[in-house]
């Protein structure tokens, strides 16, 4: 990337104070509307599970096309869509220790979303390496800051490097492990939630709420990270403040949504 | 003793189809073209190259993956609540979500070809009709084998989660990890032959894909060919220990305390997979050594 490509791509993702505090009060009017109805708690928490989630998505290394290529490093595939998969792949493994306590689950979740990562990003490196003889490289850091690797002449001519050096790695460990935490806690407040009010399908319900609040806030954070990142480490990650403010509004929104259906059965 | 048994049985099978549905889904989103490595196709003749390959990215493999794989668990569900038998109930929903696979594989590739007619690409009738039913095979295999895997974790294992729902989780599962993994064997090694192995495709190739094979011109039914060597297996290999190692730290260790076994283990297997990467990364700079001097 140009140092004039990346000052723009800078400032297209600097805070922006006004819209911000637009939606933080939004949000908040929102989360008090729901302690007004009796369901606030509960709403915080899942608002909590949403910010964790956008957070979590800044984590995962994601190349998209260029990727396919060899032309970026990351995962070659898109970013709400990997995000979603480590998250769910927590989900089931938080929904399945739900009998075994809130503490069990949540870690149950994290370490679903984050083993999934694990082995998706191992395997990525696995298939560069190993299939074509290409070598993890990043094009955004002249050092690895966990390993002390020097990026720049192991990334080849024409490129802005690939496959995925250990900080990514990490990263995307980190992501799997904050998406399936994330996602977890929202299911598990709307099964209780559920319960307490009688559903008779309330695992199906809360399950399915929690697959589609995590594809919204997954959505959303992909919009602020527009296209591709490396992980912690790229410039891009300083982002995710943005994100969060609007997970907060996007989740407070479906959250009282989806706890008032209760009304409607 | 007898239930942790039968879920070490469930666990090994459900691994192993993983596996298989791993290995299908990529060469199927191979030889139909499907994923981020399609944006080459879609390029090319925009570039001037004019070429035989199918071209159907009806969405990304995720999503596509997530609606076929509940669409085939929706309807066997349906199917055995009215008491069919299970394995007729499975294949009749994987037949229904297959021929939804062919044709939005015919609409995608007929209406993004066309969109390309500006630039003199033909749309080829005869790709249409040859390679259309060779993705709907592999993706019969791919739906099939992973509504297996969540009718066996919604019955045998007894996840709290229905069949459907497990369907959207495991069919996204199965998109992300193939498409990962697969990907950039399609992409770079495949579409990008005629660049130099061990390096990444230079940014000013980009539309230069491989059009020609030994004779004639490239079929997409070759690209499935070439990448079943390596990209299918290694997703399957991915998927597959995704599907084994989370069912296996849970059956083998949530007994333990309290539940925090299966935390414990799944932690363990993290930190592993973590030292392995690592490995890997030190054993490819080591041998393959930097491409200019710094």
Redesign the interface.
């Known amino acids: 990337m140009s140092a004039i490509a990346a000052k723009a791509g800078a400032d297209a993702g600097a805070f922006q104070p006004v819209p911000s505090i637009i939606a933080l009060v939004l949000a908040i009017i929102v989360i008090a509307v729901g302690f007004v109805l009796g369901v606030g708690q509960t709403l915080c928490l899942i608002v909590l599970g949403a910010a964790l989630i956008a957070f979590g998505v800044h984590f995962v290394p994601v190349g998209?096309?260029?990727?396919?290529?060899?032309?970026a490093p990351g995962?070659?595939?898109?970013v709400p869509?990997?995000a979603?998969?480590?998250g769910?792949?927590g989900?089931?493994?938080g929904?399945?220790?739900?009998e075994?306590?809130l503490a069990?689950a949540l870690?149950?979740g994290a370490?679903?979303g984050?083993?999934?990562m694990?082995?998706?990003?191992?395997?990525?490196?696995?298939?560069?390496?190993?299939?074509?003889?290409?070598?993890?490289a990043s094009g955004k850091i002249e050092k690895d800051p966990l390993?002390g690797?020097?990026q720049?002449?192991?990334?080849?001519?024409?490129?802005?490097?690939?496959g995925?050096?250990?900080i990514s790695?990490?990263g995307g460990?980190i992501g799997g492990l904050l998406g399936g935490l994330g996602g977890t806690l929202i299911y598990i407040e709307l099964l209780e939630f559920y319960e307490a009010a009688g559903l008779d399908f309330a695992?199906?319900l809360a399950?399915?709420l929690a697959?589609a609040m995590f594809l919204v806030i997954a959505v959303l954070a992909a919009y602020n990270i527009t296209g591709t990142i490396e992980g912690p480490h790229d410039p891009k990650f300083k982002r995710f403040p943005r994100a969060i403010i609007a997970a907060l509004l996007a989740s407070a929104l479906c959250g009282i949504l989806a706890l008032l259906l209760v009304l409607l059965v | 003793m007898q239930e942790i048994i039968i879920g070490i049985g469930v666990t090994a099978l459900a691994g192993a189809l993983a596996a298989v549905a791993g290995a299908a889904e990529d060469t199927e989103s191979n030889i139909g073209s499907q994923g981020d490595p399609n944006s080459q196709v879609q390029l090319a003749p925009q570039m001037g190259y004019t070429h035989r390959i199918y071209n159907k990215a009806v969405s990304g493999e995720p999503p596509a993956y997530t609606l076929w794989v509940t669409l085939a668990c929706g309807v066997a569900w349906a199917f055995l609540m009215m008491g069919m038998n299970a394995i007729l109930a499975i294949v009749l929903g994987t037949v229904l979500a297959t021929i939804v696979q062919g044709v939005y594989a015919t609409t995608a590739y007929l209406g993004r070809t066309a969109s390309l007619s500006k630039f003199g690409q033909p749309v080829f009738t005869d790709v249409l009709k040859s390679v259309t039913t060779v993705t709907m095979g592999h993706a019969f295999v791919a739906i099939f084998t992973t509504v297996v895997i969540c009718y066996l974790l919604a019955t045998v294992i007894g996840h709290p989660f229905s069949l459907p729902l497990l369907g959207i989780v495991w069919g996204l599962a199965l998109g992300a990890a193939g498409s990962a993994t697969g990907n950039p064997y399609y992409g770079k090694e495949r579409q990008y032959q005629n660049q130099k192995f061990g390096a990444g495709v230079p940014i000013s190739a980009s539309g230069n894909i491989v059009r020609y094979a030994e004779a004639g011109q490239r079929s997409s039914i070759d690209n499935g060919f070439f990448t079943a060597k390596f990209g299918g297996p290694a997703s399957g290999l991915c998927f597959g220990l995704i599907v084994f190692f989370e069912l296996w730290r849970t059956v083998l260790f949530e007994h333990y305390l309290a539940g925090w076994g299966a935390v414990i283990a799944g932690a363990v297997i993290i930190i592993i997979f973590m030292v392995i990467d690592r490995y890997v990364e030190k054993w490819a700079r080591e041998n393959y050594g930097p491409y200019t001097e710094a």
């Open positions: 998209g096309a260029p990727a396919a290529m060899g032309q995962i070659a595939t898109g869509m990997l979603a998969g480590a769910l792949a989900l089931f493994g929904a399945w220790a739900a075994l306590g069990v870690a149950g370490i679903g984050a083993l999934m694990a082995i998706t990003c191992l395997m990525v490196n696995m298939s560069y390496v190993f299939g074509m003889g290409i070598p993890p390993t690797y020097s720049p002449e192991f990334k080849s001519q024409g490129t802005e490097g690939h995925l050096p250990f790695y990490v460990v695992v199906g399950g399915i697959v």
